[in-house]
């Protein structure tokens, strides 16, 4: 199927539409859409916020009359039943648009080419494919829950240039730049949870909320005029936490993971509990986790934590995404490593990952890679 270089233009605006939700959509996909008539762009949207109007809503009430007729880009599959909002696709067809250009299909299983079907239907012209990796790297947490039943998992780290932590006496406050403390609320800013251990939360006094950064990128709020803080999940095999921690004092909702539910345990409000079933050597079932988390419409997770779960995700290849700042210093042998793995005794049991973007945050490095999926 052949897409002219004006197709290439008008997708690449309803993609830059799309990511302007991405602080603010979840647990939706991030959609942008774009109508035009006659070369001129006559209707422009978004999703901004679950359970308000879709992409193809707000485009259709800027364009008004001029819709009919007109071609609708977007870049993912409008959808067909009836949620929290009516089906965009009979919108579309009302309006009289005669073509719609859809970046991807919607995996969803509510849609999943229903949507292409009733437009198809009511003579509308349909074409897909169209930027279909971009528009797949806007959604990996929706696409990873759809397709795979499970969130999409990022684990960050900060480290020295050596691979280190923290010191041997757990001090690691602070290895990364400010800068770099900024761009990590960005990214907490775009999960749907934030996942640590009830270890971390006290060696480091953590929060794990999103904040405004300083000088760096301003994160859209909701509605309300609030950043939407992601679920905050602390895995407490031990019971450590108590309640009283300044974790618990924040806005946002908690899940703290336990092997069992104690009704009798006192903990503020915002807190529920899971159960999660434990593996064969006493620890957490951290992929029985995920899918938990994917019930509740968790479509990403961000890890913050120690070298313990990150080498158990990294064992366990739940990592799809390995995020690194590395700080200009040197901490030397006897600190903390970034993962605790067992020793290797060839090179094909090595952890390998592909780095898809490179990039200075202050003084730091921060390095990203994917999962290679040979591994």
Not at 17 to 39: C, E, M, S, W, Y
Not at 126 to 140: C, H, K, P, T
Not at 267 to 272: A, K, N, W, Y
Not at 327 to 333: D, F, I, N, T, Y
Request: net charge neutral; glycine share 8%; proline share 6%.
């Amino acid at each position: 199927m052949a897409f002219t270089p004006a197709d290439n233009q008008f997708m690449t605006l309803a993609l830059q539409l799309a990511a302007k939700g991405r602080f603010t959509t979840d647990p939706n996909p991030n959609v942008g859409a774009v109508i035009v008539q006659n070369d001129q762009v006559v209707g422009r949207g978004y999703h901004h916020q679950a359970g308000q109007g879709h992409a193809e809503v707000y485009a259709l009430a800027e364009a008004g009359d001029k819709a009919c007729g007109a071609t609708c880009y977007v870049t993912l599959e409008p959808c067909s039943h009836f949620g929290r909002t009516p089906p965009c696709a009979e919108a579309l067809i009302a309006a009289g648009v005669s073509r719609v250009v859809i970046a991807m299909l919607d995996p969803n299983p509510l849609v999943a080419g229903k949507g292409v079907a009733l437009l198809e239907q009511a003579g509308i012209y349909v074409e897909s494919g169209l930027m279909q990796a971009e528009a797949r790297a806007l959604n990996r947490g929706f696409l990873s829950a759809m397709e795979r039943q499970r969130p999409w998992l990022s684990l960050k780290l900060a480290a020295s240039i050596d691979g280190r932590t923290a010191l041997a006496n757990g001090q690691s406050k602070w290895i990364s730049s400010v800068q770099a403390r900024a761009d990590v609320q960005v990214h907490r800013a775009q999960s749907s949870a934030v996942l640590s251990t009830a270890s971390t939360v006290l060696a480091d006094n953590a929060r794990l909320t999103v904040r405004q950064p300083e000088g760096g990128l301003a994160l859209t709020p909701l509605s309300d005029g609030q950043l939407r803080q992601p679920l905050r999940v602390i895995l407490d095999r031990r019971r450590q936490l108590t309640g009283n921690e300044p974790l618990f004092s924040l806005p946002g909702a908690i899940l703290l993971c336990v092997t069992a539910i104690e009704p009798q345990r006192t903990m503020p409000s915002e807190v529920q509990q899971l159960a999660v079933p434990l593996c064969a050597k006493g620890y957490f079932d951290l992929k029985a986790l995920l899918y938990l988390l994917a019930e509740r419409q968790v479509r990403s997770v961000w890890v913050e934590a120690g070298a313990t779960l990150a080498g158990a995700l990294l064992q366990q290849q739940l990592v799809d995404e390995f995020i690194l700042y590395q700080a200009p210093v040197l901490l030397g042998p006897q600190a903390r490593p970034m993962a605790a793995l067992p020793e290797l005794t060839t090179l094909s049991q090595a952890h390998r990952f592909e780095f898809n973007d490179i990039y200075q945050v202050g003084t730091d490095i921060r390095l990203t890679a994917l999962l290679n999926q040979a591994n």
